[in-house]
């Protein structure tokens, strides 16, 4: 019982400290370089759903564990409750993409350069493996797909800044008749801050942090017994504000992405407003 009890209290401190953006947590929608403690594990529930030409609502819960305090594997899954009208296809957060696909990913934050006392310099690739639970998308076959991510960035007590991209590719025949899902090549900028208030209170307390967060998605044409599917591909920008918060082993984060570009193909349905609430557990 002592011992549950000391690791119940090891889990609140590290939660409410600076450190507990190393648990794998920060924006909702750009790509972020913390990873998972050794031997610490997550669950993340997520709400997402758009809403413009189209609506659509998904939940996606995803698992993940610490290997070491740099290495994480997570799984998510799909769990799609409603599409009414259409959207344009799309990935929507990059921990958790709003496509139904099972999806895995190894991240491995190879590079971490202190800077003084809570800040730090990283960098974190990941790579992800997608098996999607449909057999079509935008009418064509689709088969397994892969994901490679790069992000480096800054991170301290009060403030944050990380850039990144990601590129996924469906594989699958590669001849001129074959069907191929088109790409998407996805890009993001966030900028976080932390106030003063929640940096140096006693424990336990709330924690809360707010981020700016900026993301582009490309996806190029797809293509239909080789030939290009006329209203796909295109490139559109989203920006938003999003909230993170922390108390013990809970966590909750989430905001609003609003269009601010849309450049696509042909005559494509187009998302105005995206949004997300996740809520998280972690433990050891």
Not at 19 to 32: D, I, N, Q, T
Not at 59 to 70: E, F
Not at 244 to 254: D, F, K, N
């Amino acid at each position: 019982m002592h011992s549950f009890v000391r690791k119940l209290a090891v889990c609140a401190v590290l939660a409410s400290s600076p450190a507990a953006l190393a648990s794998g947590h920060g924006p909702v929608y750009g790509l972020a370089t913390p990873t998972l403690g050794k031997g610490s594990w997550s669950l993340d529930v997520a709400a997402m759903g758009a809403d413009g030409d189209g609506h659509a609502l998904m939940l996606r819960p995803m698992v993940g564990y610490g290997i070491t305090s740099d290495l994480q594997v997570s799984l998510s899954l799909p769990i799609p409750l409603y599409t009414l009208g259409a959207l344009a296809r799309s990935r929507m957060m990059t921990m958790m993409p709003a496509d139904e696909d099972v999806e895995l990913q190894l991240a491995w934050r190879f590079q971490r350069k202190a800077l003084g006392i809570g800040s730090r310099i990283e960098t974190t690739g990941s790579v992800y493996v997608d098996f999607p639970i449909e057999a079509h998308r935008e009418g064509a076959r689709i088969a397994p797909g892969v994901v490679g991510a790069l992000v480096t960035g800054y991170a301290s007590r009060s403030w944050y800044a990380w850039v990144g991209g990601l590129y996924r590719r469906y594989l699958g025949p590669i001849d001129d008749g074959a069907d191929h899902v088109g790409d998407t090549a996805m890009y993001s900028v966030v900028v976080g801050y932390r106030p003063p208030w929640f940096q140096n209170r006693e424990l336990p307390h709330g924690d809360w942090r707010v981020f700016a967060e900026l993301v582009g998605e490309y996806n190029f044409p797809t293509r239909i017994a080789g030939q290009q599917v006329p209203n796909s591909g295109g490139h559109r920008i989203f920006v938003g504000p999003t909230l993170l918060g922390l108390y013990g082993a809970w966590g909750i984060s989430g905001g609003p992405q609003f269009a601010v570009y849309n450049a696509l193909d042909g005559n494509q349905p187009k998302d105005v407003v995206r949004w997300v609430v996740n809520f998280t557990y972690w433990w050891f």
